[in-house]
């Protein structure tokens, strides 16, 4: 039984399109994160959402809108993707909204943009 | 911004040898964590380390937390293929976990 899924795996993309991402946690946890890594795989979260109330917005464009519609959902829309926007983005979850809490991370989607 | 500092960024090694990496801050912090990715998957805590000073082990990983608290190392004994793989280090600051650049371990045949 897989704990965190993403849809999709790969994403490929026109600029300017809008797309989204879905993630499910089967592991009961109240709080969920988006990452995104980028080319050089560097990790940095995007969002976190505590019992579908956002948290954390790490500054980023308001083109990304995620949504909860339960705790055991986070989806990622992005609108007028950019070609900058290509990355892996990983969701994550832990019991928690509490960052001692182990998170554990989705196989990631690997969003490109042509 | 907070950074982690992770060395060496690649490593390149014979299957069998021991591995050694580290991770530096500037600041303090009141925990480490070590994950590993996979090639194409997402990252997994391998260990936690919570006390200056704490040495814990995961099998043939050994992680320590830096008496400074402002460093952390991991150690890899007898290297087998599925260690390949990024090593990231990460800590809490300011209710999110950062995360260094990590260090790419590759194994050659």
């Known amino acids: 039984d897989t704990a965190v899924s993403q849809t999709p795996k790969y994403l490929v993309t026109q600029m300017g399109n809008d797309k989204s991402i879905k993630c499910e946690q089967n592991?009961?946890?109240?709080?969920m994160y988006w990452y995104k890594q980028d080319s050089k795989k560097f990790l940095k979260i995007m969002f976190s959402?505590?019992?579908?109330?956002?948290?954390i917005n790490e500054t980023v464009p308001n083109r990304f809108s995620p949504k909860s519609p339960d705790k055991a959902h986070l989806n990622l829309h992005i609108n007028s993707l950019e070609l900058g926007d290509s990355a892996v983005y990983f969701c994550a979850s832990s019991p928690r909204y509490f960052v001692m809490d182990t998170q554990y991370f989705g196989p990631g989607t690997r969003l490109t943009v042509l | 911004g907070q950074q982690l500092n992770q060395s060496p960024q690649s490593m390149f090694i014979q299957e069998g040898e021991d591995v050694s990496m580290n991770c530096t801050s500037s600041?303090?912090?009141?925990?480490w964590l070590w994950y590993k990715q996979d090639p194409g998957e997402g990252p997994v805590l391998l260990i936690a380390?919570?006390?200056?000073?704490e040495l814990t082990s995961n099998g043939r990983l050994t992680a320590q937390f830096g008496i400074t608290r402002k460093d952390s190392f991991l150690n890899i004994s007898a290297s087998i293929p599925s260690d390949v793989g990024i090593y990231f280090c990460a800590g809490p600051r300011d209710d999110k976990i950062i995360f260094g650049k990590g260090t790419r371990l590759h194994i050659l045949p």
């Open positions: 959402y505590n019992n579908k109330e956002l948290i």
């Open positions: 592991l009961g946890h109240d709080t």
């Open positions: 380390l919570y006390k200056a000073g």
């Open positions: 600041s303090i912090f009141n925990t």
